[in-house]
């Protein structure tokens, strides 16, 4: 098992204008180094960087991730990578290997390696790390004998599903309401935790093309066949209330400064009785979100993608392909 990677596999990588040339100066300008925990100052310091990023207090600390666990987890075999830059620590992710309960139990196996948290310093994200770091995660998988990865995501947040379903072409294969109960960990304090199951099935054309090619057009390509399915007289659309629609700045850089420098006090009202109100808001769009999503996969529809006027947009595979 490799300690430490830098860059991936793209070290030493020719400039040029083909796609993997592309993917390879993207991350060389992030200036990665990949390293898989190993010592408990790593792990303590892993930890208290989740616990930031969460805006853990407290005994909240424990529902995010322990430095025990990790070294439980990294000891035996599991994926627990930090991601340094200058040898800061500045994104973290945590996996498990795992297989699938329902199998009888002489047919389980490992199969699939289950990404149970990733979290990218404030300040840097949106900035292609966590991207650069899910990149990693395949390429690691992929030397594993190891093609699916799974996760969960936030439903409600728009940039959680633009990110999963039109950059990293993932599916989503399942909705799980209050998957994790009451949670009193920071971000997710006083909220039902419904979550989407992602599926990322890691040598299949639409993802090899967004991770080894030019995800610029993959992506594009992803929301261009969400909005053309959105037109379709078979499709259902279930809204995303965070509503930045696809490719749409968020203001000037000024703006952009502006915001950065109050959101820690934004945070920190976040976690106060302000955010129990807000939280009580979400919970009446979750529950909503909830029939809509539950009825139509039971129904056997699919998800297509999400479209760029912020809709997860879903259709029915029967009629669709009647209809092809």
């Given at each position: 098992?490799?300690?430490?990677?830098?860059?991936?596999?793209?070290?030493?990588?020719?400039?040029?204008?083909?796609?993997?040339?592309?993917?390879?100066?993207?991350?060389?300008?992030?200036?990665?180094?990949?390293?898989?925990?190993?010592?408990?100052?790593?792990?303590?310091?892993?930890?208290?960087?989740?616990?930031?990023?969460?805006?853990?207090?407290?005994?909240a600390r424990k529902q995010v991730m322990t430095a025990p666990f990790l070294q439980t987890l990294a000891g035996t075999g599991h994926f627990v990578v930090g991601a340094y830059r200058q040898d800061e620590l500045v994104a973290c992710s945590v996996g498990l290997l795992a297989t699938d309960p329902?199998?009888?139990?002489?047919?389980?196996?490992?199969?699939?390696?289950?990404?149970?948290?990733?979290?990218?310093?404030?300040?840097?994200?949106?900035?292609?790390?966590?991207?650069?770091?899910?990149?990693?995660?395949?390429?690691?998988?992929?030397?594993?004998?190891?093609?699916?990865?799974?996760?969960?995501?936030?439903?409600?947040?728009?940039?959680?599903?633009?990110?999963?379903?039109?950059?990293?072409?993932?599916?989503?294969?399942?909705?799980?309401?209050?998957?994790?109960?009451?949670?009193?960990?920071?971000?997710?304090?006083?909220?039902?935790?419904?979550?989407?199951?992602?599926?990322?099935?890691?040598?299949?054309?639409?993802?090899?093309?967004?991770?080894?090619?030019?995800?610029?057009?993959?992506?594009?390509?992803?929301?261009?066949?969400?909005?053309?399915?959105?037109?379709?007289?078979?499709?259902?659309?279930?809204?995303?209330?965070?509503?930045?629609?696809?490719?749409?700045?968020?203001?000037?850089?000024?703006?952009?400064?502006?915001?950065?420098?109050?959101?820690?006090?934004?945070?920190?009202?976040?976690?106060?009785?302000?955010?129990?109100?807000?939280?009580?808001?979400?919970?009446?769009?979750?529950?909503?979100?909830?029939?809509?999503?539950?009825?139509?996969?039971?129904?056997?529809?699919?998800?297509?993608?999400?479209?760029?006027?912020?809709?997860?947009?879903?259709?029915?595979?029967?009629?669709?392909?009647?209809?092809?």
């Amino acid at each position: 098992m490799e300690m430490v990677e830098r860059n991936a596999k793209f070290e030493g990588s020719t400039p040029g204008n083909s796609a993997p040339q592309v993917v390879a100066r993207r991350l060389l300008q992030l200036d990665l180094e990949f390293r898989y925990l190993e010592t408990v100052p790593e792990f303590d310091e892993a930890a208290a960087l989740l616990w930031r990023i969460w805006g853990a207090r407290g005994k909240a600390r424990k529902q995010v991730m322990t430095a025990p666990f990790l070294q439980t987890l990294a000891g035996t075999g599991h994926f627990v990578v930090g991601a340094y830059r200058q040898d800061e620590l500045v994104a973290c992710s945590v996996g498990l290997l795992a297989t699938d309960p329902k199998l009888p139990a002489e047919d389980q196996r490992v199969n699939r390696l289950h990404s149970d948290i990733t979290g990218v310093k404030p300040l840097l994200q949106n900035k292609g790390f966590g991207l650069a770091l899910k990149r990693y995660q395949r390429e690691w998988a992929l030397k594993r004998g190891i093609s699916t990865i799974t996760w969960t995501v936030d439903p409600l947040i728009h940039r959680n599903a633009y990110f999963n379903l039109s950059k990293l072409r993932a599916t989503v294969v399942d909705y799980k309401p209050d998957y994790y109960g009451d949670l009193d960990d920071g971000i997710n304090t006083g909220e039902i935790t419904d979550r989407l199951l992602m599926s990322w099935s890691l040598t299949s054309p639409q993802v090899v093309a967004a991770m080894e090619g030019d995800i610029r057009v993959t992506k594009a390509e992803a929301v261009r066949v969400a909005d053309e399915a959105r037109q379709r007289d078979d499709a259902e659309l279930i809204h995303i209330p965070d509503n930045t629609q696809v490719g749409q700045r968020s203001g000037s850089s000024r703006s952009r400064r502006w915001l950065r420098a109050i959101m820690p006090v934004l945070l920190l009202r976040r976690l106060g009785g302000w955010g129990r109100e807000s939280a009580a808001k979400d919970n009446g769009l979750r529950l909503a979100m909830r029939e809509r999503f539950t009825t139509l996969l039971g129904d056997g529809y699919g998800v297509v993608g999400v479209s760029s006027d912020g809709h997860y947009v879903l259709r029915s595979p029967e009629r669709s392909s009647q209809r092809q």
